[in-house]
C-alpha cells in the first residue's frame, strides 16, 4: 500500500493549526483548482470525531466523489480519517501535531490503495502518489499560510 509521509513546520500555536487542519473551508480554499466542494455530511466549520464528509471534485479529468469519516480524534495532537466511500480500494489520513520550539509540527501519514490489482500498483508507483502527494503538498501550506498570518 503506498504510503506519503510529511512533515510540515508551522509558527503558530498547536490548537490553530489542529483547528485549520479539521476545517471544511479551509480544505475547500486549498482545492480551488480541482472545485473541490463538501456536498454531504460536514459541510462547513470544523469536523468531529464521528462525523462524516462527502467531497466532490475534478481529479485526473473526472469528476469523483468520496466520503470519509473521522475515525479518532485526540484535540490538538491527533485526527485520523477513513475513506468509506470513493475510488479508493482503501484511504486512511493520520494527522499527527506537536508543539516545540514555539512552532507546530504537522505530520501527515496518508495511505491508499488503488483496485485494479497489478495494473491499479503500477499507477501507484508511475503517478498516483506523485500526485496524491502534491494536493497534500498544496493544502499543508494553505494552512501554514493561514495559521501564520492569523494566530
Known sequence: MPTIH???????????????????????????????????????????????VTWQARHLFATRTMTVKITAMQPYHYFKDEMLEGDFKQ????????????????????????PYGVLGWLVNIVFLTSYMKKLLQQR????????EANP
Open 91 to 114: 484511504m486512511q489520513h493520520q494527522h499527527h501535531f506537536h508543539y516545540e520550539q514555539e512552532a507546530t509540527i504537522m505530520k501527515d501519514d496518508f495511505y491508499f490503495e488503488t
Open 6 to 52: 510529511l512533515l510540515t513546520t508551522i509558527n503558530a500555536p498547536i490548537e490553530k493549526v489542529f483547528d485549520a487542519a479539521r476545517s471544511i473551508n479551509l480544505h475547500q480554499a486549498s482545492m480551488q483548482h480541482t472545485n473541490e466542494t463538501a456536498i454531504a455530511g460536514v459541510t462547513t466549520g470544523f469536523i468531529n470525531e464521528g462525523e462524516t
Open 140 to 147: 499543508n501550506q494553505t494552512i501554514k499560510q493561514y495559521t
